[in-house]
């Protein structure tokens, strides 16, 4: 079927060509999304001439994006919010505001292929007894892991540094997340690199972040959700006085809007 917007008619190709930008489970729903995108994108166009907006493109944009951006600056009013409605929102979303978790650690990483049943096994018994080794005397970490550690942090006796939560493997994550500061980790922790020797040194648990610090972040989630919002329902209007024919239109789920 063919999608129309007023009197332009979006052809098959041009949508085929849209759908490369809209990742989707099937290929109707690829083609959906493409079609909503290039009919929003005419929509705003048309409002655009409209409106007798053509301005010309600056730095790399091409000039029909460059009247979109006129024509939303030009019908778009995002209101300010106050600091009440800053608060309220940080109160209510506090946990979006939380250092993460710090360790500061090292390693000894003796590596292994994952797929390598028998270099595992060698590796984890050469882990082993280095394991053996840096439990009776840590003074030996670091030039142990300068000798054998695979990592690039070997050359620095082994030392990671800080390093937050979600950085690491979840396997070296689990593991230093239950040792307690000081500690060298009593066993080889396997991960898909290989076999690592574990020692934490300090730990940072996570903390909220005071309303002061993240005010700026609050209102710029608020001032965008409210472009947002005003785009959606800017759209809906040009919708709802256009002639859309052969599709659907769901203004929030267009990209534009995203």
């Given at each position: ?6 009197d ?10 849209e ?7 099937s ?6 999304e ?12 048309d ?19 460059a ?8 019908a ?5 919010a ?32 994952p ?14 007894e280095?394991?053996?080794q840096v ?71 996570p903390r ?11 209102a710029r ?11 959606h329902?800017f ?7 256009a ?16």
């Open positions: 079927m063919a999608v129309r917007v007023n332009t008619v979006i052809g098959e190709h041009e949508i085929a060509v759908m490369q930008h809209h990742p989707a489970p290929v109707e729903a690829a083609w959906q493409a079609a909503r995108a290039l009919v929003v994108r005419r929509l705003l166009l409002e655009a001439r409209a409106r007798g907006i053509g301005a010309e493109a600056e730095g790399d944009l091409l000039p029909e994006e009247m979109i951006e006129a024509l939303l600056e030009d778009i009013t995002v209101p300010e106050d600091e009440e409605t800053l608060r309220r929102w940080y109160e209510a979303n506090r946990s979006r505001f939380r250092t993460r978790e710090i360790w500061e650690a090292s390693h000894i990483l003796i590596p292994a292929d797929w390598d049943a028998e270099a595992r096994v060698a590796a984890e018994a050469r882990a082993q280095l394991l053996v439990l009776a005397d840590r003074a030996l970490f670091a030039p142990l892991a300068e000798a054998h550690s695979a990592c690039p942090s070997g050359k620095d006796g082994g030392r990671l540094g800080q390093v937050t939560r979600g950085s690491l493997v979840p396997e070296v994550e689990t593991f230093l997340a239950a040792l307690a500061p000081g500690q060298i980790c009593p066993v080889v922790v396997k991960s898909r690199y290989g076999m690592h020797i574990l020692w934490l040194h300090e730990r940072a648990e909220d972040l005071p309303f002061e610090a993240v005010r700026d972040t609050v989630y608020l001032r965008d959700a409210f472009w947002r919002r005003a785009v329902q759209i809906a209007v040009l919708a709802g006085r002639r859309i024919e052969g599709i659907e239109l769901d203004a929030a789920a267009t990209p534009l809007v995203q």
